[in-house]
């Protein structure tokens, strides 16, 4: 199976801050990388496909990158609504496997 | 708009099985496969399998191998996890989504198992 480690677990930004989390797979996944955020007691939501691709509606400040190993998320000028768990998950081979999370929290 | 709409809570007894539907609409169903995902209480989210609606192949999660079945129904754009065998550790939101990318997610159905 392919494992999907993120970094950091958890961190804590201020609104207006710009927040890049890592995602490192155990073995070469190409592009086939998603990123979602998860609010508490709500669904994930689809942020990125294909490492870099936004899914549709997602806006312009959040920003993926990376190919084979290791990815990351960006997200320009963080507000409110953006503190949330984030969660990357490879759908390059079978078994596909999430990342644990990463947990932003205001500073 | 594509939509995935889930069957309401579940409360079962250790021991027994339960079925979770998925109701898809807004697209042409047999053209994406479906993912079950489960997050149990204050858990990260765990991929259980999947299934192809065009030809009903699956692949399931080790973990799960011989206690889930995956299926569809094309004629009500539906498709349906079943867990057999239910322990207390099976607790937790279990979510639908459409195809590899999982672009668009059911709202979660909560199955509690207890005795």
């Known amino acids: 199976d392919i494992q999907m480690t993120q970094s950091p677990s958890s961190l804590s930004a201020s609104v207006g801050d710009r927040v890049t989390i890592t995602c490192r797979a155990s073995?070469?996944?190409?592009?086939?990388l998603a990123w979602f955020q998860q609010q508490p007691g709500k669904a994930p939501k689809p942020l990125i496909y294909?490492?870099?691709r936004l899914q549709s509606g997602v806006p312009s400040k959040f920003s993926g990158s990376g190919s084979g190993t290791d990815f990351t998320l960006t997200i320009n000028s963080l507000q409110p609504e953006d503190f949330a768990t984030y969660y990357c998950?490879?759908?390059?081979?079978?078994?596909?496997?999430f990342g644990q999370g990463t947990k932003v929290e205001i500073k | 708009q594509v939509q995935l709409v889930q069957s309401g809570p579940e409360v079962k007894r250790p021991g027994a099985s339960v079925k979770v539907s998925c109701k898809a609409s807004?697209?042409?169903?047999?053209?994406?496969?479906i993912s079950w995902v489960r997050q149990a209480p204050g858990q990260g989210l765990e991929w259980m399998g999947w299934?192809?609606?065009?030809?009903?192949?699956?692949n399931y999660a080790e973990k799960f191998q011989g206690r889930v079945t995956m299926t569809t129904d094309t004629s009500t754009n539906t498709a349906f996890m079943e867990l057999r065998s239910l322990r207390s550790d099976d607790t937790a939101v279990y979510y639908c989504?459409?195809?590899?990318?999982?672009?668009?997610w059911g709202q979660g159905t909560l199955v509690t198992v207890s005795s």
């Open positions: 807004g697209y042409t169903f047999t053209n994406f496969g």
């Open positions: 294909a490492a870099s």
């Open positions: 998950q490879q759908y390059q081979s079978f078994p596909w496997t």
């Open positions: 073995q070469d996944i190409r592009d086939y």
């Open positions: 299934i192809s609606v065009y030809n009903d192949n699956t």
């Open positions: 989504a459409r195809g590899g990318d999982a672009d668009h």
